[in-house]
């Protein structure tokens, strides 16, 4: 019995880093990239220039790989692995959790998808904001681009709200049912409240004229 | 080379002469019907009786002696009953320190009950759920001893034959794998059968589909005594069921439930009326010949059938929930109403073989290295067991026989591990050839239903109430049953995990310990604890007072009568009128 | 009246061995007040005759105690993992009447033997990977057991009554065969033994033991496992509360606290 080895197993480790990376920094990022973004309901310029503002931060492209860019990547990667491994019970189980552990699976194979396009679209293939802002405007004037961006902000913010709410699970910090029942419900409050936000912003950027 | 044992049967007493054969060092195959957590124990319900006096009542372990060969109308032998009772508080507190989940008083000690046939708190539970407790702790320790290697399940596996040498000495067995159906050799220097009581013969009892008796009735084949078969346990409360009649523990009386029924329209509280010393809580024997009789005999069934009401309905509902919560739940999932609220329909069912596999005070049988313990044994009940004493002797037999197997195996001079292959080989290939006849059996009866047949003839006429020509007639009828055997359809055609072979063989085993039970009842013209002639309605200690032996040959058992040692008290009268 | 013209329908999925390819069929059996699917597997065994007539071998099934305490008889009876035994057929006829089949499958997540009968060894063999037990120093007397708060005892007793049926892993989306994870009640087991005045003893070996390849990090929260409970053990309580265990021993494990 003594003799028996330490060994630290490595799946637990990482499924915990993944859940934190989750909320710190990718949660964080999310809702910080609504809030500035939040800027476009004001107007064009008032977006230009708080985008402006923090792309001429110092070191942006550091803090960007290191807290956003590695974070996104690790959880994704691993994240795909854990989508891989579950089984989706669609019917079987008409249960408001289990019917919330499948979107929280399916959100976040839209949210890769989207974010993958999003980096491409907004970091890569367009130079300056100008740039950027007229060619979102461009994509959300049409009803398709429109649905296709909402659908995949939506997913993001729902894969974030839930993810919230099983974080204080995996965290240890909700126990029991009624608890728990009362952190999912502020959890998608706080989901609607932010979708309803980036409903807004989209159609103020939709709105811009180009 | 290193000494090995077989248990077969994975509930209490198994489990427990494992734990103790692993603990002298000897490893042992496991082997059992079922994955062992499912073993029958699980359904014991109200608890397990040791004299621990924590209620300030002045209980004792001579007043739980006492009290247990009474119960058992003075056909115990009494020095293995006072071990028992003896060794009661030191189980309970070693099932306690290894987890077992009893309920407990606001000291944090163990909590009492009151039961049957008793008037001092003696019965340590757990919720009602205490056989599967006790069962789940066993468990969980002798899963540790398969976890370092010393203990090796065969779960899905049945016992077929003991391996008898040409000394007439057991050295292994045979058994059948139920999916593969691999007949296999098992060889070991001892083997303890812990197979539980044979309820199935009866068709409907509150038994689960394993007790079947098929293990205990081979090595009653193979020349072990059989005892006492005639002293069958019916329990007073169980719930009428169309595939079994399941059990309403006596803990529901013990904690205040009372039995009523219609009379003259006014609820009638029988029991209480007839026996007002122990009122609800008088034996089982005596409390189910009471229901039959308001039933059968007086037509005073609820609603003109054969049942009658158990009542917790006047007591508070959290304290039921704590106290009896696993049996409120079995009756509502089963029956549907709460019997919190309105009483439940109850009606006598057959529950606890007293009798069983003859031993000696060290469980071994009449063949040398073979051993029994538990319920298939017969030596600690008499002619009735008293409510929570079954859970008690299927440990304390465990702890009895395992230590006795392993003290055998240190005097055997060749291990069987040293023995040649060929009286191994004989006994495995005589088994195929058996297993092939029975797949081969192409008559026209399907076997599940001459079963249904067996149990109403036996619930018929062996039952609560016994005749000596109902008795006559139904060995005829078993006699008849036995050819008809041989004429079943053989209806799976799958040579994987086929049920129905097994089953035949089962029954052909059941069959013969029917016979068994039959004419060992018809050969005691007394009534005496469970078995009640009417015809003979007293007792009778001048020619009965005596163990009941029977032995096969193959016309049919022969039987000799056994003294039954009495002692340390002196037999009196059996009565539960009077108040005490 | 009598009820001789009343039939179920019941449509099980049969296998012959393990190897061989599922397949469907029906039974037509007369209907009787107070049955439920075990005794009407029993029907059909004492007459293996199918819907349309033909002579069939009869449907093996698991069954023992018939009270839902052995859990033996675990199935999936139209749609939901439960026990056969207090599948009552008024209560599913009541709900969906006379005419629908019912359905009957082996459980899916584990090795089918033949028609309804699973393997379910992993389970138990998980129950020894996270030490599923009390260490007592022998089963010898050695007088008095530890006390034990009634409040403590009675939360632990609602564990205790877990049959390893396999409800709960059945119906988890995160137990099947890409995965290694234990599976619901092992977590509650550990929970248990945890809250045990002696048991307390080896917690953080249990912990450790939860915390291996398979444990607790793979649960996924769709909270199944409670819903199909047939015992209504607070699974997901377990594997929260377990959660903040692990979590600190981690930290302490790390940081060599």
């Given at each position: 019995?003594?003799?028996?080895?330490?060994?630290?197993?490595?799946?637990?480790?990482?499924?915990?880093?993944?859940?934190?990376?989750?909320?710190?920094?990718?949660?964080?990022?999310?809702?910080?990239?609504?809030?500035?973004?939040?800027?476009?309901?004001?107007?064009?310029?008032?977006?230009?220039?708080?985008?402006?503002?923090?792309?001429?931060?110092?070191?942006?492209?550091?803090?960007?790989?290191?807290?956003?860019?590695?974070?996104?990547?690790?959880?994704?990667?691993?994240?795909?692995?854990?989508?891989?491994v579950s089984d989706m019970h669609f019917l079987q189980y008409q249960y408001l959790n289990n019917w919330m552990y499948i979107?929280?699976r399916?959100?976040?194979?839209?949210?890769?998808?989207?974010?993958?396009?999003?980096?491409?679209?907004?970091?890569?293939?367009?130079?300056?904001?100008?740039?950027?802002?007229?060619?979102?405007?461009?994509?959300?004037?049409?009803?398709?681009?429109?649905?296709?961006?909402?659908?995949?902000?939506?997913?993001?913010?729902?894969?974030?709200?839930?993810?919230?709410?099983?974080?204080?699970?995996?965290?240890?910090?909700?126990?029991?049912?009624?608890?728990?029942?009362?952190?999912?419900?502020?959890?998608?409050?706080?989901?609607?409240?932010?979708?309803?936000?980036?409903?807004?912003?989209?159609?103020?950027?939709?709105?811009?004229?180009? | 080379?290193?000494?090995?044992?077989?248990?077969?049967?994975?509930?209490?007493?198994?489990?427990?002469?494992?734990?103790?054969?692993?603990?002298?060092?000897?490893?042992?195959?496991?082997?059992?019907?079922v994955p062992?957590k499912r073993?029958?124990?699980v359904?014991?319900?109200?608890?397990?009786?040791?004299?621990?006096?924590?209620?300030?009542?002045?209980?004792?372990?001579?007043?739980?002696?006492?009290?247990?060969?009474?119960?058992?109308?003075?056909?115990?032998?009494?020095?293995?009953?006072?071990?028992?009772?003896?060794?009661?508080?030191?189980?309970?507190?070693?099932?306690?320190?290894?987890?077992?989940?009893?309920?407990?008083?606001?000291?944090?000690?163990?909590?009492?009950?009151?039961?049957?046939?008793?008037?001092?708190?003696?019965?340590?539970?757990?919720?009602?759920?205490?056989?599967?407790?006790?069962?789940?702790?066993?468990?969980?320790?002798?899963?540790?001893?398969?976890?370092?290697?010393?203990?090796?399940?065969?779960e899905g596996?049945?016992?077929?034959?003991?391996?008898?040498?040409?000394?007439?000495?057991?050295?292994?067995?045979?058994?059948?794998?139920l999916a593969?159906?691999?007949?296999?050799?098992?060889?070991?220097?001892?083997?303890?059968?812990?197979?539980?009581?044979?309820?199935?013969?009866?068709?409907?009892?509150?038994?689960s589909s394993i007790?079947?008796?098929?293990?205990?009735?081979?090595?009653?084949?193979?020349?072990?005594?059989?005892?006492?078969?005639?002293?069958?346990?019916?329990?007073?409360?169980?719930?009428?069921g169309d595939d079994k009649?399941?059990?309403?523990?006596?803990?529901?009386?013990?904690?205040?439930?009372?039995?009523?029924?219609?009379?003259?329209?006014?609820?009638?509280?029988?029991?209480?009326?007839?026996?007002?010393?122990?009122?609800?809580?008088?034996?089982?024997?005596?409390?189910?010949?009471?229901?039959?009789?308001?039933?059968?005999?007086?037509?005073?069934?609820?609603?003109?059938?054969?049942?009658?009401?158990?009542?917790?309905?006047?007591?508070?509902?959290?304290?039921?929930?704590?106290?009896?919560?696993?049996?409120?739940e079995i009756?509502e999932k089963f029956?549907g109403?709460?019997?919190?609220?309105?009483?439940?329909?109850?009606?006598?069912?057959?529950?606890?073989?007293?009798?069983?596999?003859?031993?000696?005070?060290?469980?071994?049988?009449?063949?040398?290295?073979?051993?029994?313990?538990?319920?298939?044994?017969?030596?600690?009940?008499?002619?009735?067991?008293?409510?929570?004493?079954?859970?008690?002797?299927?440990?304390?037999?465990?702890?009895?026989?395992?230590?006795?197997?392993?003290?055998?195996?240190?005097?055997?001079?060749?291990?069987?591990?040293?023995?040649?292959?060929?009286?191994?080989?004989?006994?495995?290939?005589?088994?195929?050839?058996?297993?092939?006849?029975?797949?081969?059996?192409?008559?026209?009866?399907?076997?599940?239903?001459?079963?249904?047949?067996?149990?109403?003839?036996?619930?018929?006429?062996?039952?609560?109430?016994?005749?000596?020509?109902?008795?006559?007639?139904?060995?005829?009828?078993?006699?008849?049953?036995?050819?008809?055997?041989?004429?079943?359809?053989?209806?799976d055609?799958n040579?994987y995990s086929n049920q129905?072979?097994?089953?035949?063989?089962?029954?052909?085993?059941?069959?013969?310990?029917?016979?068994?039970?039959?004419?060992?009842?018809?050969?005691?013209?007394?009534?005496?604890?469970?078995?009640?002639?009417?015809?003979?309605?007293?007792?009778?200690?001048?020619?009965?007072?005596?163990?009941?032996?029977?032995?096969?040959?193959?016309?049919?058992?022969?039987?000799?009568?056994?003294?039954?040692?009495?002692?340390?008290?002196?037999?009196?009268?059996?009565?539960?009128?009077?108040?005490? | 009246?009598?009820?001789?013209?009343?039939y179920i329908t019941f449509k099980i999925k049969r296998r012959d061995k393990p190897e061989s390819t599922p397949y469907w069929e029906e039974f037509r059996i007369?209907y009787?007040?107070n049955m439920n699917v075990v005794s009407s597997l029993m029907e059909i065994r004492?007459?293996p005759?199918n819907a349309s007539?033909?002579?069939v071998n009869p449907v093996v099934f698991e069954c023992n105690c018939y009270e839902e305490v052995c859990g033996a008889c675990t199935m999936i009876i139209n749609g939901t993992p439960r026990q056969a035994c207090s599948a009552l057929i008024d209560e599913i006829i009541g709900k969906h009447g006379m005419e629908r089949p019912i359905t009957l499958q082996p459980l899916t997540k584990f090795p089918v033997i033949r028609d309804l009968m699973v393997d379910r060894q992993i389970m138990f063999d998980y129950l020894?990977?996270?030490?599923?037990?009390?260490?007592?120093?022998?089963?010898?007397?050695?007088?008095?057991?530890?006390?034990?708060?009634?409040?403590?005892?009675?939360?632990?007793?609602?564990?205790?009554r877990c049959m390893t049926c396999g409800c709960c892993a059945e119906a988890c989306p995160s137990f099947n065969e890409r995965s290694d994870f234990m599976g619901p009640h092992v977590f509650s087991?550990?929970?248990?033994?945890?809250?045990?005045?002696?048991?307390?003893?080896?917690?953080?070996?249990?912990?450790?033991?939860?915390?291996?390849?398979g444990?607790?990090?793979d649960c996924g929260n769709a909270q199944n496992c409670v819903r199909v409970c047939p015992k209504s053990i607070p699974l997901t309580?377990?594997i929260?509360?377990?959660?903040?265990?692990?979590?600190?021993?981690?930290?302490?494990?790390?940081?060599?606290?």
């Amino acid at each position: 019995m003594a003799k028996e080895k330490e060994h630290l197993h490595s799946d637990f480790y990482i499924r915990r880093f993944h859940s934190i990376l989750g909320i710190i920094p990718i949660g964080i990022f999310l809702c910080l990239h609504l809030t500035l973004n939040s800027a476009a309901i004001i107007g064009p310029e008032a977006w230009a220039s708080v985008i402006n503002g923090m792309r001429s931060m110092p070191f942006i492209i550091l803090a960007e790989i290191t807290l956003i860019a590695l974070p996104i990547l690790f959880h994704a990667i691993y994240g795909t692995y854990v989508v891989y491994v579950s089984d989706m019970h669609f019917l079987q189980y008409q249960y408001l959790n289990n019917w919330m552990y499948i979107l929280q699976r399916v959100t976040a194979i839209i949210t890769l998808i989207f974010v993958i396009y999003h980096v491409i679209f907004v970091r890569i293939i367009t130079e300056t904001t100008m740039d950027v802002m007229a060619a979102m405007a461009n994509v959300l004037q049409t009803p398709l681009g429109f649905v296709l961006e909402l659908i995949g902000v939506w997913s993001a913010i729902y894969h974030f709200s839930n993810g919230l709410f099983t974080f204080l699970i995996t965290w240890g910090v909700l126990h029991g049912e009624r608890i728990q029942k009362l952190f999912s419900f502020l959890t998608m409050m706080l989901c609607a409240a932010l979708c309803l936000l980036s409903l807004i912003i989209l159609i103020r950027i939709a709105m811009m004229p180009i | 080379m290193n000494p090995k044992a077989v248990v077969v049967g994975g509930g209490l007493a198994g489990l427990m002469s494992t734990i103790k054969l692993v603990e002298r060092g000897i490893a042992v195959d496991l082997i059992s019907l079922v994955p062992v957590k499912r073993s029958h124990s699980v359904c014991a319900q109200g608890g397990i009786n040791a004299a621990l006096n924590t209620k300030g009542e002045g209980d004792s372990v001579d007043q739980h002696f006492y009290d247990t060969i009474y119960g058992g109308d003075f056909l115990a032998s009494q020095p293995p009953v006072r071990g028992m009772v003896d060794a009661a508080p030191e189980l309970i507190y070693t099932f306690d320190r290894m987890g077992a989940n009893f309920t407990r008083t606001e000291e944090g000690l163990l909590d009492l009950r009151l039961f049957g046939g008793v008037k001092k708190r003696r019965t340590v539970f757990a919720g009602a759920t205490t056989g599967q407790q006790l069962e789940y702790t066993l468990d969980e320790q002798v899963r540790r001893h398969e976890d370092s290697g010393k203990v090796t399940k065969y779960e899905g596996w049945e016992f077929l034959k003991a391996v008898i040498d040409g000394e007439g000495v057991c050295r292994g067995c045979i058994a059948q794998n139920l999916a593969t159906m691999e007949i296999r050799v098992f060889r070991a220097d001892v083997v303890i059968i812990a197979t539980g009581g044979a309820g199935v013969i009866y068709g409907k009892s509150t038994n689960s589909s394993i007790n079947t008796g098929s293990a205990a009735s081979i090595v009653y084949q193979q020349g072990a005594a059989y005892a006492n078969a005639e002293f069958i346990q019916i329990h007073p409360t169980a719930m009428l069921g169309d595939d079994k009649t399941r059990l309403m523990s006596e803990s529901a009386r013990g904690e205040g439930g009372r039995v009523w029924t219609y009379k003259d329209g006014k609820p009638w509280y029988f029991l209480e009326e007839m026996y007002p010393g122990y009122g609800n809580l008088v034996p089982r024997d005596i409390a189910s010949r009471a229901i039959h009789k308001v039933c059968v005999e007086m037509g005073l069934g609820i609603d003109g059938k054969n049942q009658v009401y158990l009542d917790l309905s006047h007591l508070d509902k959290d304290f039921l929930e704590r106290r009896l919560g696993g049996i409120i739940e079995i009756y509502e999932k089963f029956h549907g109403d709460d019997p919190k609220k309105v009483p439940m329909k109850i009606y006598p069912g057959i529950h606890y073989f007293m009798g069983g596999v003859h031993v000696n005070w060290h469980h071994m049988t009449s063949i040398p290295g073979l051993f029994a313990a538990g319920e298939c044994d017969y030596m600690y009940h008499g002619a009735n067991r008293l409510g929570a004493n079954s859970l008690l002797s299927a440990a304390y037999s465990g702890t009895v026989c395992g230590p006795a197997a392993a003290d055998y195996i240190a005097g055997l001079g060749k291990l069987a591990a040293e023995e040649d292959g060929s009286l191994y080989e004989t006994y495995r290939q005589k088994e195929v050839a058996y297993d092939d006849y029975v797949r081969k059996l192409n008559g026209d009866e399907n076997p599940f239903v001459l079963h249904q047949e067996m149990g109403e003839l036996m619930t018929r006429n062996v039952g609560i109430v016994r005749y000596n020509k109902d008795l006559t007639a139904a060995d005829g009828e078993l006699q008849r049953f036995m050819e008809r055997w041989h004429r079943l359809a053989m209806v799976d055609s799958n040579v994987y995990s086929n049920q129905t072979v097994m089953f035949v063989k089962q029954l052909k085993n059941m069959m013969e310990l029917a016979r068994v039970i039959t004419i060992s009842a018809l050969n005691r013209d007394e009534s005496r604890g469970a078995h009640y002639k009417p015809e003979f309605p007293e007792r009778n200690d001048k020619d009965y007072l005596k163990t009941t032996k029977a032995f096969y040959t193959a016309d049919g058992p022969r039987f000799e009568w056994e003294e039954v040692n009495t002692s340390l008290l002196e037999p009196v009268k059996r009565t539960y009128g009077g108040s005490k | 009246m009598r009820n001789e013209e009343k039939y179920i329908t019941f449509k099980i999925k049969r296998r012959d061995k393990p190897e061989s390819t599922p397949y469907w069929e029906e039974f037509r059996i007369p209907y009787k007040p107070n049955m439920n699917v075990v005794s009407s597997l029993m029907e059909i065994r004492k007459n293996p005759v199918n819907a349309s007539g033909h002579k069939v071998n009869p449907v093996v099934f698991e069954c023992n105690c018939y009270e839902e305490v052995c859990g033996a008889c675990t199935m999936i009876i139209n749609g939901t993992p439960r026990q056969a035994c207090s599948a009552l057929i008024d209560e599913i006829i009541g709900k969906h009447g006379m005419e629908r089949p019912i359905t009957l499958q082996p459980l899916t997540k584990f090795p089918v033997i033949r028609d309804l009968m699973v393997d379910r060894q992993i389970m138990f063999d998980y129950l020894k990977k996270v030490k599923a037990w009390i260490p007592v120093d022998g089963s010898f007397g050695l007088g008095r057991g530890p006390r034990y708060d009634e409040r403590k005892r009675s939360a632990a007793y609602q564990i205790s009554r877990c049959m390893t049926c396999g409800c709960c892993a059945e119906a988890c989306p995160s137990f099947n065969e890409r995965s290694d994870f234990m599976g619901p009640h092992v977590f509650s087991q550990v929970k248990m033994f945890n809250m045990h005045p002696l048991g307390l003893m080896q917690k953080e070996d249990r912990l450790k033991a939860i915390m291996s390849h398979g444990g607790i990090q793979d649960c996924g929260n769709a909270q199944n496992c409670v819903r199909v409970c047939p015992k209504s053990i607070p699974l997901t309580r377990s594997i929260a509360e377990l959660n903040l265990d692990v979590n600190l021993l981690a930290i302490k494990r790390i940081f060599k606290w």
